[in-house]
């Protein structure tokens, strides 16, 4: 009977993980060394100065017993701010959807009618993103006057650069098999848009909304501080005033804004995915 | 119903993809077109369903010279074409019923339906079109739960309610089973014999062609190598499409 030998598989192939060679030591060596001169660059660069934290301890020590307990007297006077600064988010991400889903059919390779089209509002979402929505704030502010509406119209402006972009993306990763469908049956261009692009990619974008109603919500506390209402201008106020308990009853407040926004959120869109 | 005369196409690239095919399709007549990969199969379907216009040649479909129309009165023309896929292409998150209203939207080009309103006026219609597919329980079901065979099937009753005259499928069976491949070739047949409807089926199964199809038509490199009954095609005909396609 003949003997059944196994075949030596090392000699067929390779070993799947080799062990690396001289140059890739030497190219590891290189990169470690390179991202050690990169990080010392940058901790010159922001003056890191570690002890700075154990000189500092005693002022932290200071202002949080100041801080102690927040002073919840104020919580009605917060209120509002609070309110102002959820529907800032509120606002912004409504009004940057309903311009960004118009500029995302345009910017999407496969639904945009013209190639001018497609390449302008490429452009206008790029610049829309570019461009921070704090400075947005700033320009607002000095354009319509100090107020939350400044904030608003940051947010929707901040809002469409992200959101128009993750909508064409979407829009362009979506399977195009049910659109020929429709439009073989006769159906005008808009109701193919209708019956079979809506329906396949509306739970993408009411999630990516959903998640950058979060982020917004994040993004308003801070656009008070250049004076777009909110919290925000709230804190800067309480801060310049010296009034820590108020400060940390603000900071109290947003915690609280903050993961009850992230809660939801995650919750809603767990429900539309 | 279907004509298709002297149907040339040449592609950008300067590939002859259809050389002066011809062919008509009558009412209750189901021809199914068989040939190796880019043999001009699909093109010669597609340039038929004028989702391709042909370098020359005319398409004729209820009298209509389909391969010179082009938007609204394409799309009109459209209307007398049922069109069926590799894969069914129902929208997945939606109910069958909703994909198979989606077939009537043609006959309803409105306000209503632009904005994204099912004609629910022809609900009737469509839960006969899934009787017609043995698939009316399923109406209520989301589209996405259905298997290959049943998807396929919804995308027949989805082509029946445009109420066509011709049914053109592009290898409906290519992504199914044998059994639900059988299934959905005995369908196109009953379509074909009870319905009067004029069907042109691409198919990559010999077999199968040869157990449904009336006639069938062999393309190789774009040209046709014959047009004859089912019954006339022989073994050796089929082996002829398929020897040594690089050549």
């Given at each position: ?7 030596a598989?090392?000699r067929?192939?390779?070993p799947?993980d ?20 990169l990080l010392?660059?940058?901790?010159l660069?922001?003056?890191a100065?570690p ?18 307990p ?5 919580l ?6 609070a ?5 800032i ?14 500029l ?20 206008l ?24 509406f ?18 064409a993306?979407?829009i ?21 848009f ?12 009411l999630?990516?909304t ?16 250049v ?19 108020t ?10 804004i ?11 869109r767990?429900r539309?995915? | ?27 209750g007549?189901?021809v199914?077109?068989l ?24 398409v ?24 069926i ?14 994909n ?21 006026q ?17 109406a ?5 739960t ?19 005259r ?26 074909a ?6 069907v ?13 199809a ?11 190598m014959?047009l004859?009954a ?10 002829a ?6 050549a």
């Amino acid at each position: 009977m003949n003997e059944v030998r196994p075949i030596a598989l090392e000699r067929v192939a390779p070993p799947l993980d080799p062990q690396p060679g001289r140059t890739g030591h030497a190219l590891g060596f290189i990169g470690v060394f390179a991202f050690l001169v990169l990080l010392g660059q940058a901790a010159l660069v922001v003056h890191a100065r570690p002890q700075d934290l154990v000189t500092g301890a005693a002022g932290m020590a200071d202002f949080l017993s100041r801080a102690f307990p927040p002073d919840f007297s104020k919580l009605r006077e917060v209120a509002w701010p609070a309110l102002e600064t959820v529907d800032i988010a509120l606002f912004g991400t409504t009004a940057g959807v309903l311009l960004a889903l118009p500029l995302a059919i345009l910017a999407a390779r496969n639904t945009t009618p013209a190639r001018p089209l497609y390449a302008g509002a490429r452009g206008l979402i790029a610049l829309c993103r570019a461009v921070p929505d704090l400075v947005w704030a700033l320009l607002f502010v000095t354009a319509v006057g100090l107020g939350p509406f400044p904030g608003a119209l940051a947010i929707s402006v901040h809002s469409v650069g992200m959101l128009g972009r993750l909508f064409a993306e979407v829009i362009e990763d979506m399977d195009m098999g049910p659109v020929e469908a429709v439009a073989m049956s006769g159906a005008s261009r808009a109701a193919v848009f209708s019956h079979a692009v809506v329906p396949s990619v509306l739970p993408s974008l009411l999630g990516i909304t959903l998640y950058r109603l979060d982020e917004n919500i994040r993004s308003s506390l801070v656009l008070g501080f250049v004076g777009a209402g909110g919290i925000g201008f709230q804190l800067l106020t309480a801060m310049n005033l010296f009034q820590y308990r108020t400060v940390s009853l603000l900071l109290v407040v947003t915690f609280v804004i903050v993961i009850a926004a992230e809660r939801l959120s995650a919750w809603l869109r767990r429900r539309v995915g | 119903m279907i004509e298709a005369a002297g149907l040339g196409m040449r592609y950008p690239t300067g590939r002859l993809a259809l050389d002066n095919a011809s062919l008509s399709i009558g009412p209750g007549e189901l021809v199914v077109v068989l040939g190796h990969n880019g043999s001009g199969k699909s093109t010669l379907l597609r340039c038929v369903a004028g989702m391709l216009r042909p370098t020359t040649g005319v398409v004729r479909v209820a009298g209509q010279e389909i391969s010179r129309l082009a938007g609204r009165s394409l799309g009109e023309a459209r209307l007398a074409l049922g069109m069926i896929f590799q894969h069914a292409h129902l929208v997945r998150r939606r109910s069958v019923i909703a994909n198979v209203l989606c077939g009537t939207l043609g006959r309803h080009r409105n306000f209503g339906s632009a904005i994204g309103q099912l004609p629910r006026q022809e609900t009737p219609l469509a839960h006969d079109c899934l009787d017609a597919v043995g698939l009316r329980r399923f109406a209520a079901q989301r589209a996405g739960t259905l298997s290959g065979g049943q998807a396929q099937r919804v995308a027949i009753a989805r082509a029946l309610a445009q109420r066509p005259r011709a049914l053109l499928a592009d290898e409906p069976v290519a992504s199914l089973d044998p059994e639900a491949a059988e299934e959905i070739m005995r369908l196109l047949r009953r379509l074909a014999s009870e319905e009067g409807l004029a069907v042109m089926c691409v198919l990559h199964q010999p077999a199968l062609a040869q157990r449904y199809a009336d006639r069938i038509l062999g393309l190789r490199h774009g040209r046709t190598m014959f047009l004859e009954a089912a019954s006339a095609v022989s073994s050796a005909d089929i082996a002829a499409l398929y020897e040594d396609v690089t050549a």
